[in-house]
């Protein structure tokens, strides 16, 4: 397992999202054509889109363990995006990145998450 881990994380870059959406027909994460647009920014450059949004059905004890602040009223999404960016080739999360967001936005609402990762791993 943890060799898999590490494989995938030298091909993928994820986040784990979980959402409460009131409306069942609005939690549409995982559809190509779904009312919802999730994108990665890294600094300024330009948006990157996710190679895979895939809805997590079992939240198993291991799962709860790493993630005791999702409750059972949320969705969770694994959002996965590539490593290296489809716009200029180089790695999405070089060491020069300062600054990382995860953008949700729909026709309802937007949301934006942002890591401040200057002076993480020694940057």
Aim: charged content about 30%; proline content about 6%; hydrophobic content about 40%.
């Amino acid at each position: 397992m943890a060799r898999d881990q590490r494989q995938a994380g030298l091909e993928h870059n994820e986040f784990i999202l979980a959402a409460y959406v009131p409306e069942e027909k609005e939690n549409d994460f995982d559809k190509k054509k779904s009312i919802w647009k999730i994108y990665l920014v890294l600094d300024e450059n330009p948006p990157e889109s996710p190679l895979e949004i895939r809805k997590i059905d079992k939240k198993d004890a291991s799962f709860i363990h790493f993630f005791p602040h999702i409750t059972p009223w949320q969705s969770v999404y694994i959002v996965r995006f590539p490593v290296t960016s489809s716009k200029s080739g180089g790695r999405l999360m070089g060491d020069g990145a300062k600054i990382i967001k995860l953008v949700v936005v729909g026709v309802a609402g937007a949301a934006e998450l942002e890591w401040n990762v200057k002076g993480f791993a020694g940057k």
